[in-house]
């Protein structure tokens, strides 16, 4: 089967897309064929190598397509069911085998590419909105790249929480695809110091929480954004990973919390898990959630994909397809 991995970590050059054996689901396990497999940065970060795996490296944490076998003792799905799932490596493919536990079946009505634009993004934005910092009316969240993948959805998930949403954004237009999804404020983050302005917005209070996915470039001033007792969420590294910091910082910052998540934490029970898909699905059919799919590509371009997600220069989600 065809699929897309790394030998070497590095640039997007290193990626091959090349036959590899087909998977044997194992005992717990199913086997996948894969309809579209969704793009996201973690990928571009087993790539770099800035997150490690032994080689090949088969890239892709999120998928949806139709169950074809099952291994042993697999009773929860069956050939030919509809199904999705998320950070299981190795989506980049054909097929591929994965814990049949983490498989969530994707309602009728939904089609699959888009029941895998969701499933990580998606439920990210889910945890991070209901379990790391639960909103409530009268928050204020500050979310950083608002018009990404995850950003749109937790623009809309915050909304529906009834937050108020500032959202910072690199370009404009951008900002109007954040208001679009329900931003009450944006900043464009290239142009402007955000944290005076977050000041100006919430009445020189600082928000109550910092969605932080850019890492890097926005951890540090994402401190002065805060109210005291705020929470710093910083769940990516879009710009490089956030700078080491001494705990005293929190304190001069207003007795900040400081918490760093990732989602395989917060999905990591069969229960979790079908909350928050079944959240998403739910709002999806209802339409009260709006899917973007920025940018649809061939697997054999899975290089393109990253380049574009890496430039800055999408929006919303991007998938590939077989
Ligand atoms: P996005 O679609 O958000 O793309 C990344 C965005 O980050 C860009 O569009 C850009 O938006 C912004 N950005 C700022 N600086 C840079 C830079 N130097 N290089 C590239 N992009 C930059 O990607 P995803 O939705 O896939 O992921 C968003 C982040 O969320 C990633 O950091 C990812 O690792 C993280 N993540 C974390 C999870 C977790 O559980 N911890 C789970 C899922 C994702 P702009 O121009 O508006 O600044």
């Not at 699959?112 to 991070?128: D, F, I, K, N, S």
């Not at 850019?214 to 969420?233: E, H, K, N, Y």
Request: aromatic share 8%; net charge neutral.
């Amino acid at each position: 089967m065809k699929a897309v991995f790394v030998d070497q970590p590095g640039g997007p050059e290193n990626l091959r897309y090349a036959d590899l054996p087909m998977p044997t689901p194992g005992p717990g396990q199913a086997l996948v064929k894969i309809a579209a497999s969704g793009v996201n940065f973690i990928d571009i970060y087993f790539r770099t190598g800035l997150y490690k795996a032994p080689p090949p490296v088969v890239l892709g944490m999120e998928a949806a397509g139709v169950v074809e076998s099952v291994g042993p003792d697999v009773t929860s799905v069956k050939p030919g069911d509809r199904v999705a799932y998320a950070m299981n490596r190795g989506s980049h493919a054909e097929y591929a085998a994965v814990p049949a536990w983490q498989l969530v079946p994707a309602p009728d009505g939904l089609e699959l590419r888009t029941a895998a634009a969701v499933m990580l993004q998606g439920m990210t934005a889910h945890y991070l909105t209901h379990s790391t910092f639960p909103l409530k009316p009268g928050d204020t969240c500050l979310v950083s790249a608002a018009a990404g993948g995850v950003g749109l959805l937790l623009v809309q998930i915050a909304k529906k929480l009834g937050a108020t949403v500032i959202a910072m954004v690199g370009t404009q237009a951008k900002g109007d695809l954040a208001k679009q999804a329900g931003a009450d404020h944006v900043i464009v983050y290239t142009e402007t110091e955000f944290p005076p302005e977050v000041k100006k917005l919430t009445g020189g209070r600082g928000a109550d929480v910092f969605y932080d996915s850019v890492g890097a470039q926005t951890f540090l001033p994402g401190l002065d954004s805060l109210r005291p007792r705020g929470m710093m969420v910083t769940y990516g590294n879009a710009s490089g990973p956030a700078p080491e910091i001494a705990p005293l910082l929190l304190n001069q910052k207003g007795s900040l919390f400081l918490t760093r998540p990732t989602l395989a934490h917060y999905a990591s029970t069969r229960d979790e898990l079908m909350w928050r898909s079944g959240d998403l699905f739910k709002w999806i059919l209802d339409g009260s959630l709006t899917i973007r799919i920025g940018g649809e590509y061939k697997l054999a371009d899975t290089a393109q994909a990253q380049r574009d997600l890496e430039s800055r220069a999408t929006t919303g989600k991007l998938i590939l397809e077989p």
